[in-house]
């Protein structure tokens, strides 16, 4: 969760109560640029909030919350403390979804399994996923813009802690090499809205050692909030029709923001729009309500939940590890977390034929 990614809440809180709130607009394109020209600023705005979120994460596990040896690898920012309200935001989003990943590679552990992370950036999933399962048989996926996946293959590449990781790594075969394929672990460097247009008639994008067989876990943190509704319907039916086709397994673990319409909300997204960037899912799925029935239209027929990230650490989070995370710094703005808690949700659905199939399994406690 990037600094940037929510409002001041100072200033928001005091709106609330009467007081003033101003804000001024930067890095707004032009009038007289072209569709082209504003199209690749956006994606520039886009592509930085993921260092935004390496930073957060650094923060977070110096300060101990989560524990990522890796996370200061990728990051090339200088280390900012954050506040201790975006420390706990980053916590719980990391947490939740790490809770999910564990519960799928736990059930049937000696069965391969497959994850496919859209929009991965600096993600170190995939790392800390070899030292907490050194025995499972897990394929990872990374799919990004080349000019991220670049950087990290860089970043992988120069670290001796990463490509250990992967064993015997190649050297690059051009100065700017922005793929990598393996048999546990797969950068690919593709804009997902190519998928977008993609025909039932014309061949997809080849993803090598994209199995087709085994269950499979697609993972968006703040991925596809960024594309129009109807983009991210033909980019998943790609996946779930085509790269990943019915009767395999199949799930989507989403990270989202939710309730655009009260202060809050409308605060998040003027201060986004400042640096051109928009959520078209935001307003699209704008309630809890929504994105279940969203994902139930995707195809998840067997499961589909969601739960804000307040519920999630009221109740995913034992009281041992609340107390923990509790005495790392001092936090009082208790009314200021449950509301920036209260408009980010993880949702989660599966279709995989029934209540002995593995998200079926996996997820049968997990509470919304």
Known sequence: MATQEIPNLKSLLASRRGG???????????PGASHEDKEAMRDNAIRNTDQDAAGSRVSCVELGYLHDPYARLFASQPSTRRLPLLNRGTYVRTSAIDHLVDKFLTTYP?????????????????????????????????????????AKLASIRKHPQLHTKLGAIEPPRTPNEASYYSPT??????????????????PIPELP?????????????????????????????IFLTRYIAVPTPAALVLYEPVL???????????????????????????ELSDQRARLKGYGFVDGYKVADTAL???????????????GLEMLDELEELELLLRHYCVAWAWRD???????SKAWADVQE
């Open 353 to 359: 034929g029934g209540a002995e199939g593995v998200f």
């Open 209 to 237: 050692n994209l199995d087709p067989s085994i269950p499979t876990l697609l993972l968006s943190e703040m991925c596809l909030t960024y594309l129009q509704p109807s983009t991210v319907s033909s980019i998943l039916h």
């Open 185 to 202: 672990y797969n950068v690919h460097a593709l804009d997902l809205r190519s998928l977008a247009s993609s025909s039932d008639g014309v």
């Open 20 to 30: 003033p709130s101003r804000g001024r607009g930067r890095g707004r394109s032009g």
């Open 312 to 326: 999630i650490w009221r109740e995913w989070v034992p009281k041992a590890e609340k107390d923990r995370v509790a």
């Open 110 to 150: 000696d069965s391969p399994k497959q994850i496919v992370s859209l929009g991965a950036g600096t993600d170190t999933r995939f790392f800390r996923l070899q030292d907490g399962y050194p025995e499972s048989r897990i394929v990872y996926h990374e799919v990004d813009f080349a000019v991220n996946t670049v």
């Open 260 to 286: 655009p319409n009260d202060a809050f909300g409308r605060t998040m997204i003027s201060n986004l729009s400042t640096r051109n960037i928009s959520l078209p899912t935001l307003n699209a799925y704008p």
